[in-house]
T-cell receptor, first 113, second 111 residues
């Protein structure tokens, strides 16, 4: 069964460093998302991406964050200068059409020290 | 008032019991309703997807949507210890297809 894959599963970084989280969405999906979940808290929307551009972003998704679809399969989230409060599980998700079934990857646990 | 309200629990029930999980919402434009299951440190897994009002059944799981009351439910029959997880409701609709999430209910099935 097709699935969303994310790498790495764990990422440890020093405060101020740049990180890139990678995702391979399901191949025929057109809408891509990043969410995050701080331990014990709610899933939070970060950004949605369609047709090679950001379609929506939350207040969390400030200038330190960027997304890219560098080729036909990968979808990346970059955090330019990580802060302690960026420590969270980051989930990539994709869907065929906006508003329909959203499929999630297993997440990348980001720890900022 | 939050757009989606969900009791965080934990809800603890004995194995074999029928479990009822619920969410209420305020936005009458919501049309798509989903239930996700999330195991600890894993991504949410789509369990049920419903469009508009009505019931949907899949094995031991039944999803109900009552748009007039702005209330959705997930029932789990013959609950198993492996059902122990956090269950999240999510919904969207109207001019914004962005998913709006409940806080998640932690469910514990005791053997």
């Amino acid at each position: 069964e097709p699935e969303v894959t994310q790498t790495p599963s764990h990422q440890v970084t020093q405060m101020g460093q740049e990180v890139i989280l990678r995702c391979v969405p399901i191949s025929n999906h057109l809408y891509f998302y990043w969410y995050r979940q701080i331990l014990g808290q709610k899933v939070e929307f970060l950004v949605s991406f369609y047709n090679n551009e950001i379609s929506e972003k939350s207040e969390i998704f400030d200038d330190q964050f960027s997304v890219e679809r560098p080729d036909g399969s990968n979808f990346t989230l970059k955090i330019r200068s990580t802060k302690l409060e960026d420590s969270a599980m980051y989930f990539c998700a994709s869907t065929v059409r906006a508003g329909e079934k959203l499929f999630f990857g297993s997440g990348t646990q980001l720890s900022v020290l | 008032q939050k757009e989606v309200e969900q009791d965080p629990g934990p809800l603890s029930v004995p194995e074999g019991a029928i479990v009822s999980l619920n969410c209420t919402y305020s936005n009458s434009a919501f049309q798509y309703f989903m239930w996700y299951r999330q195991y600890s440190r894993k991504g949410p897994e789509l369990l049920m997807y419903t469009y508009s009002s009505g019931n949907k059944e899949d094995g031991r799981f039944t999803a109900q949507v009552d748009k007039s009351s702005k209330y959705i439910s997930l029932f789990i029959r013959d609950s198993q210890p492996s059902d122990s997880a956090t269950y999240l409701c999510a919904m969207s609709g109207g001019s914004n297809y962005q998913l709006i999430w409940g806080a998640g209910t932690k469910l514990i099935i005791k053997p």
